[in-house]
């Protein structure tokens, strides 16, 4: 199994590149964002109660989410490799995925962190809530708080990547295509 992680703040690309990578590669895209989404959609509890965690631009609880990606993991037990994009967003959940990712004999070959400029992010975070439909990218106090949450929180996320030398920066300005070579460059070399 081979196993990705695409890491960045919210508006840096990731969902644009995921897409790109996993026909690419084959492998099973897992966004802990789109799976809250599709809770929110379907109004089950769980999904109602991360909505309001969600629309103040806040972390949902890593047991939650933990809780989906080990189901969703034990649900794809046919795939090459995963994709995991946003997540994990916090250290507890990155050691919770090394244990999950374990039990599989399995364990994550690269992290590539996509990096971008505060402004730039929230530029592209307000024009894709002008088709996007969701209720997060809309508000530019939001959008600010989900980056700040990236930064108090997540980035410790690459720290703990980085005692096993497995983080990549990439630069996440630029063209798709280019941003796209940069990162099937990294994966190809740890393939
Ligand atoms: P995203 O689509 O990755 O930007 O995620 C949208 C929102 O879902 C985030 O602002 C969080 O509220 C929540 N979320 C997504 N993934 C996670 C995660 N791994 N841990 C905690 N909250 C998450």
Known sequence: MF??????????GKGTQSERLIAKYGLK????GDLLRSEIAKQTALGLEAKKLMDKGQLVPDEVVIGMISSAIETNNQVPGFLFDGFPRTAAQAEALDK??????ASIA???????GEEELVKRLMKR???????????????????AEYHAKTTSVADYY?????VKMIKGEGSI??????LSREIDSRL
């Open 3 to 12: 196993n990705v992680i695409l890491f960045g703040p919210p508006g840096s």
């Open 100 to 105: 999950l990712l374990h039990l599989k004999k």
């Open 129 to 147: 809530g002008e088709t996007s439909g969701r209720s997060d990218d809309t508000n530019e106090q939001v959008i600010r708080a989900r980056i």
């Open 177 to 182: 295509d280019e941003i796209f070579d940069a």
């Open 110 to 116: 690269i992290m590539l962190a996509l990096e971008v």
């Open 29 to 32: 895209h897992l966004s802990t």
């Open 162 to 166: 980085r005692q096993f030398n497995k």
